[in-house]
């Protein structure tokens, strides 16, 4: 049994390889995955963020304006919206990515090679940006992304003055 | 080997386990030489190819080549799986090149596609020709075995003679790169301003 499986990865693996020498590529990665990616460079998009993620108007519509319904309905649209800016964020840095090695003749006085240290980067905004979006996809682009503890029981430090109105508070009472 | 076996007899056991040792090395030199060069056009993950390998390699031979070593009873069926799974983790190795190369975009080019061709078969073979000499008793396998060792170095040597006979340079994709002429220092600023950005939202 464990022969049949083991010839059985070996067949698919040779599969796979041919297939993948095979196929060609898509001329632009990007056009199928996320064609509404904003072109690098510019960086203004990357402000869309604040209104995206700031629950404000959602709040004082179902709160001041008493409209639990379209503030639902604004929040599930804003939860699409945050998907489809971190999708683009993910595109756009993929492209970055993609930038092609520049030979050193175009480019004068690059002699440090930072390769590991951008490595590190790319690994880590790919670690960060697949977080993002499950989270949001989760619970939605007003859930705080970093989960709170705030159910844990820590230690407090005690404002002296709240402690002596207690403390007077208490007194009256009996 | 042939020679030695040929030869002195008496010699051939040792100057096995010497040449079964190198080749565990040597392969994954070859692993280490083609991961090396599939990134190397794009500088921010030029050293993704070297860290995958080197990643998953410690990984599994802590976790699924060590044990076979230390808990196998019978010396034999524990060379076989070492050799066996040693060839399995290199699989796992060049697959995961292949889909981070397409996750990427990449076109290998046609002596780095022919490396990985020649070895992928020969891997493949490999597994195959380990996991039956495993579950077969030697007096069935043990002729067939010793032919197709051989058979599949000679099928990997002769792809990678035909992909490197003649020197074709990796194919460079037709982007303009929008750092054009600040060097790596203006990539790495780049990479360093899109992850600020996620820090920013994720720390709100």
Known sequence: MTTIIYAAIAIAFLIMVIGFLRKPLPDDPDETSAGYAPKIGSGRWLDLSEPIFNPSDARWLEDELAFPKLASDLRLER??????????LQASFDELVRTPEIVPSEAPGSTVDHGWQMLGLTLRFKFLVSYALFMVKVFGPYH???????????PQKEDPNLRRAAMAGSRGSN | MYLVYGFDRSAYRSAYWF???ISILVEFAVLVEISDHIFQSLPAIRHLGRALTVAISATLALTYILPVILWEQSRRLALLDFALRASVTKVIVLAALFIAARHYGLQIGKSVAGLMLGFSIYLGLNIANLAANKAFHPAL???IYWIMTPTAYSLCLLVWTVALWDYVPAPSRSTISPVAGEGSESLAL????FNNQLSKLIDK
């Open chain 1, 144 to 154: 705080r992304l970093i989960p709170s503890f705030s159910w844990v029981p820590l």
């Open chain 2, 19 to 21: 040449y079964f040792l």
């Open chain 2, 141 to 143: 396998y043990g002729g």
């Open chain 1, 79 to 88: 939860k699409r919206l945050a998907i489809r800016w971190l999708q683009a």
């Open chain 2, 190 to 193: 780049e990479l360093t301003r």
